[in-house]
């Protein structure tokens, strides 16, 4: 049979891979080859022919990522500079001296200084703006390259040139890069004598070790009789980490999950190896909108299992798989090859992709799964919370202060005037720091364009075009008068929710996310109810018991 192959199929076969390829039939095979074909002259045309000066790799980078965006948003290239981010991710660590960049309003400014790193030793700050690394501008460079220049092999050394503006100084360190690991365990402790509470925010490597450690902390020291798990705006990782995970409550030799791939063979099937820490304890899984994928998995198979309740609102619904491929020159894919499922047989997954867009899952076509004492479930909506707890609506003032760096400035402002705060949990402003604050953000805040503020000036500039703005003038001005007042009392009307944000972005300052945790947990209203659900022992149980 191979005898027959031409020249150009067999280059078809060498680019896709032998086994691969040989797993495909031959009409799809011709396709492809005819596809392929077509894209390179068109390619080489372009690059030759066309009238202006063409960049071959732009042109490319454009072709892939215009094929892969017709597909879903988790398949994606990634060149040789954009691996450095791919893998932080998965590792939840890398080499370097230890910042998290962003860039705002035109500059690339550090977003975090993570704890225990060189970053920290040399006394960086968030808000500073980086201008120059090893002696090079990084003015107009992408984010994404200025990261990866500062990344660097351990004990190797790196110059940087930061500006302060708090306190107008000019910074010239030369940092030594070393191993920078990130927690994925910030926080954990007891909420009272009976309630523990751990926070895992990704699944990265060592995830279910270091919950278990926390786990077993908790046990030693306290002895608790019941456990929060919050996985809330955790959006996944390693897909063992959450095996590991559930192992932690359930005894093993429990399927978790199990994926369904293109090719049958493929298939496969994660059960708990180890021998459960405790599989009797009452366990709350706390998730949002934001939980997705291995936070899915964990919290999914908890339900599924009978092991916990969850409670917040319904998860993001990821029940795709993803793997990458080498495909030379340092660069992967990163592509959709499986979906998983968990142990009621039910997929996560809450869209469909047609041409790269989002469709929704027609109530139709979801179906109904079992849990194992009997429960109703559904699929095709991600995780729907036994405990359903509603969502704190975000003031759309906030929503500005934020968008606006706002309460990131203030912070980095608050910093640089003292040198230091009392503990995390009891940091609370001042009323005079309030309104230091409020003076600040209110002429941005009243300039700030709100989507009805828009929708009057489109009324106005329609009513002028028509010739009817004399009749609507002083209707539109009321209007516009009536928003202007209502603005003026936002600081006040929203008081507490500002005020609490603003404490925990100064609180992250001095004491990171852990001290960010253990701020905000007094006034955590989703903490709130799982205690309260804890407390009424009878309705637990009544959650995770089959319907009758």
């Not at 027959?4 to 280059?11: E, F, G, Q, R």
């Not at 040789?80 to 400014?109: F, H, N, T, Y």
């Not at 302060?164 to 004598?193: C, D, H, Q, S, W």
């Not at 278990?212 to 019941?226: F, G, I, S, Y």
């Amino acid at each position: 049979m191979l005898k027959l192959i031409t020249s150009k199929w067999l280059l078809l076969l060498l680019v896709l891979g032998g086994g691969f390829a040989l797993s495909i039939d031959g009409n799809r095979l011709l396709k492809i080859s005819q596809s392929m074909e077509n894209f390179a002259q068109t390619y080489r045309i372009i690059n030759y022919q066309y009238v202006d000066e063409t960049d071959p790799n732009q042109l490319m980078r454009t072709a892939i990522d215009s094929m892969l965006g017709h597909l879903d948003p988790y398949t994606n290239y990634f060149s040789e500079a954009e691996m450095v981010r791919v893998k932080i991710g998965a590792k939840g660590g890398w080499d370097g001296i230890g910042v998290e960049l962003q860039e705002m309003d035109g500059k690339i400014v550090v977003q975090e200084v993570v704890e225990d790193t060189p970053a920290e030793k040399n006394k960086l700050q968030v808000g500073d703006v980086l201008l120059e690394i090893d002696g090079t501008s990084i003015a107009n460079q992408p984010l994404e390259s200025v990261s990866q220049t500062l990344h660097g092999k351990a004990g190797t050394k790196v110059k940087v040139k930061m500006w302060r503006a708090a306190t107008e100084e000019t910074l010239n360190l030369e940092i030594e890069r070393a191993k920078v690991t990130k927690k994925n365990v910030p926080y954990f402790g007891m909420l009272n004598e009976q309630t523990g509470y751990i926070v895992l925010t990704t699944f990265s490597q060592q995830a279910g070790a270091n919950v278990e450690a926390a786990l077993r902390t908790l046990q030693e020291d306290h002895n608790p009789t019941q456990i929060i798990l919050d996985l809330r705006s955790n959006g996944g990782g390693f897909l063992i980490e959450a095996v590991n995970i559930c192992n932690l409550f359930v005894d093993k030799g429990n399927e978790i999950v199990y994926t369904r791939n293109k090719v049958a063979k493929w298939d496969r099937s994660f059960s708990t190896l180890n021998t459960v820490v405790d599989k009797n304890i009452p366990l709350v899984v706390l998730m949002n909108g934001s939980s997705a994928s291995a936070s899915e998995i964990v919290a999914g198979a908890l339900q599924d299992l009978d092991r916990a309740v969850l409670a917040g609102r319904n998860s993001f619904g990821k029940g795709l798989v993803q793997n990458t491929k080498d495909i030379g020159y340092s660069s992967i894919v990163k592509l959709t090859t499986a979906k998983y499922y968990i142990p009621s047989g039910r997929c996560v997954q809450a869209l469909d992709y047609q041409n790269g867009r989002p469709v929704g899952i027609a109530d139709s076509l979801r179906k109904e799964f079992s849990t194992k004492v009997g429960r109703k479930v559904y699929d095709g909506r991600g995780l729907e919370p036994d405990y359903k707890i509603e969502a704190p609506e975000v003031p759309i003032v906030l929503a500005a202060l934020e968008a606006k760096h706002l309460v990131f400035n203030f912070a980095t402002q608050y910093y640089n005037q003292h040198d230091s705060i009392v503990k995390a949990k009891e940091f609370e402003l001042t009323e005079a720091d309030y309104q230091a604050f409020v003076k600040q953000a209110m002429p941005v805040w009243l300039s700030y364009p709100t989507t009805t503020e828009k929708a009057i000036d489109e009324l106005e500039a329609k009513a002028k075009k028509e010739g009817s703005i004399k009749e609507l003038k002083t209707a539109i001005d009321k209007a516009r008068a009536t928003l202007l007042a209502d603005k003026k009392k936002a600081f006040e009307m929203h008081k507490v929710l500002i005020k609490h944000t603003l404490e925990e972005e100064i609180v992250g300052r001095y004491y990171y996310m852990t001290g960010q945790v253990e701020n905000r947990l007094a006034r955590d209203n989703d903490v709130l109810e799982a205690l309260k659900l804890f407390g009424d022992k009878d309705k637990f149980k009544q959650l995770l018991a089959p319907k009758k």
